[in-house]
């Protein structure tokens, strides 16, 4: 039996995109445990929110993430909207959609690219991002922007696009989507590529389903969810697609999931600009005042299911605002899923959830308790030390 | 006088000076290859399209920090580079690139180059070794663990033109296809142990898809994690050379060769395709004939390996051990047997 070796990685690695920490037990190139931990990069976000007004908050939402910006602001927008009981116009749907696909599209290729790259593939990487700039190219065209598109407002968009705009994007989409088919063949097709993904990182079904994984790495092990079909917003009720999903299990599978999604998104993307209805692009007048409630909405980002949660309390800033993103959901189950690896592919088999650390983190505190010399505080010393605060200070008796 | 020569071929024609320049020139081709594969430019700025670019990383590198870890055994760290640039560079010296014999050429100089190749992977590993830290330790292994692996296969595809060639001399294995006129062809038998050759080549330089030692999304930067500054810039001028050693002595077994004979030699029993694809020739059309060969026979070498980094992902430590013990060293042992067969035909 070797000897079990402590392997830290992270916060800093040149394989983690954003910093996380994890700690691997090796023995020689195995892997027999695994933990990981965030919290680097906690920027108080959802506390930012509530002291901003519904449109303010949008801003800040978008900057949960560069990559789904407009995930974020998406379910944020929808839950508000369920608050306001808003009726949209259908082209806004339509429009907000298509920014959805052409989002998922490039968080893909630059996923591609990511993978590509873990594992020593860097000509795959360096044409998939080539190939990215057309998504790029054309979210500019719609929006002005490349990556924090700021395109959603409460009750629909924000910019119309023009006949010639349609146009232009349609044909800038023929090359990107006979590219991305090549890509898909090679992603699944290349012998030292698909050597590396094949049957690592296996996650089970049953087991996807007990850590809660979603999104692509959920349907790659097999678990049939997607929120576009299964509880559809914007233009998808209106939309013919697929839900891909794979039985492999392992990173090959994430893979097939997400370079088929790659060219279903870039065949929706058309459908949409093709079947673009006449009309509003939004609501022409919203409240800013949103009546006091609370509203989930559930959205289908790239990386899985992004969930917000919004309370109203009838003022117009919320009250709170509380955000799920996917690498939350799929971060233990990757983790899990690298036990029994070896160590070369630690690299890949995080890299297969996709992770964004920066959209997911949570921070914990631990509070100092000098009065009663403890390490740690009790909840119900907190409490007290509030109730005290407040009466002491504000006056206030509970 | 002699002594003089003696130094001035050390430190300048085939030695020193003109190895580290001709491997930086070696470096660019390959970087430059391998950005237009990826549809990149490469280099551009230092020199003419960014030639002098590898030497200004070098050069950069020696004006860095110097950091020794606390951990790390301050003398056995500080040596392991100047060892491994030591013995790629000697190996450099006995490849016939100018004369027909290099100074030093003796009967049996193969071996040697073969040997202290090997150097620089135990000096890789020592040095990963030495740095104490889980990131080296882990690429140190991996070192050992692949030579294990390209070892034998590599040894045994050079080992191929020896036994065709019945010397171990590398200017005699070079000139062999040009001897007789009309022995040419069996550059062509030896092609499965030039594509062995090719590969544990890259093997041995660790390069993707064998870069497992110093893999950077996985263990950072292998054995040289902890290296920086002096003794960094020492070990990338000694893969550079690595690099031209290792594509010049596959270019000298199996391509024929490049060199200018000297005064008086043989030249009769050289047909006209060995003095125009090998290069010997007297005097100053020898001596520009063999330089172009010399250039254009490394670069191609350079350019397989090259395509063979930009068309491949990295493989798993396990794989490559089972690759080149199920796939490599098979062939190459059948490679043997076809060369026996010449040999034994008296075809040869």
Known sequence: ?398 | MNSLKVALYILVFPGFLFQSGFSTFLEWVDRKVYARMQNRRGPMYTGWAGMLQPIADIVKLLSKEDIVPAAADRRAFAFMPILSLAAVFTAGLYLPVWHLRSFNSFEGDLIVVLYLLTIPSFSLFLAGWFSVSPYSLLGATRVLTQLFAYEVPFFLAILTPAVLAGSWQISKIAIFPWTVAGHWWVIPIEAIAFVVAILTLQAKLERVPFDIPEAETEVVGGPLTEYSGKKLAIFRLQKDILMYVGAALVACVFLGGFGALPQGGDQASIGVLGLIFGGYLGGVTGLLLGVTNLVVKTALVVFLLSTLRAACARIRIDQIVRFSWRYLAPWSVVQFLIVLLFKAKGAV
């Not at chain 1, 039996?1 to 916060?11: A, D, N, R, S």
């Not at chain 1, 929110?49 to 993430?65: A, K, M, P, S, T």
Request: with cysteine.
């Open chain 1, 1 to 398: 039996m070797p000897e079990t070796i402590h392997l830290p990685i992270g916060p800093q690695h040149p394989f983690l995109k954003e910093p996380a920490k994890f700690d691997f037990d090796i023995q020689g190139e195995e892997i027999v445990g695994a933990r990981m931990n965030i919290g680097y990069n906690h920027r108080g976000i959802e506390k930012l929110c509530e002291d901003r007004n519904y449109f303010q908050c949008l801003f800040i939402l978008e900057r949960i993430c560069g990559i789904c910006s407009h995930s974020h602001t998406t379910a944020f927008v929808q839950a508000v909207e369920k608050l306001l009981g808003l009726e949209l116009p259908k082209r806004g749907l339509y429009l907000r959609t298509l920014v959805c696909e052409l989002e998922r599209l490039h968080s893909h290729l630059l996923w591609l690219g990511v993978a590509a790259h873990e594992v020593g593939f860097d000509t795959l990487f360096k044409l998939v991002w080539r190939d990215r700039e057309i998504v790029m190219e054309i979210l500019e065209e719609i929006s002005g922007n490349r990556v924090n598109y700021a395109i959603n407002t409460m009750g629909g968009v924000r910019r119309d696009l023009t006949e010639e705009q349609r146009k232009k994007i349609l044909a800038m989409l023929e090359p990107l989507l006979a590219r991305t088919e090549y890509y898909a063949g090679i992603g699944t097709n290349e012998p030292s590529f698909v050597g590396r993904i094949k049957g690592v990182g296996r996650m089970s079904k049953e087991r996807a389903i007990e850590k809660c994984a979603v999104g692509p790495f959920g349907r790659a092990s097999g678990v049939d969810m997607d929120i576009r079909r299964d509880d559809p917003y914007g233009a998808y009720p209106d939309l013919d697609f697929k839900v891909i999903t794979s039985d492999e299990c392992d990173i090959y599978g994430r893979v097939l999931v997400r370079v088929f999604e790659i060219v279903e998104s870039c065949k929706m993307v058309k459908q949409i600009l093709e079947n673009l209805p006449e009309g509003e692009i939004a609501v022409k007048k919203v409240m800013r005042r949103v009546p006091a409630g609370a509203a989930v909405s559930r959205y289908e980002a790239p990386r899985g299911e992004d969930v917000h949660y919004v309370r109203g309390n009838g003022t117009e800033k919320p009250e709170r605002v509380k955000v799920r993103a996917p690498t939350m959901a799929n971060l233990e189950a990757a983790t899990e899923s690298v036990v029994g690896a070896f160590v070369a592919d630690i690299p890949i088999a995080i890299a297969s959830i996709d992770p964004c650390f920066s959209c997911t983190d949570r921070t914990t505190v631990a509070l100092n308790d000098r009065k009663r010399g403890r390490r740690l505080t009790t909840w119900a010393d907190l409490r007290q030390h509030g109730i005290d605060w407040y009466r002491k200070n504000r006056g206030i008796s509970f």
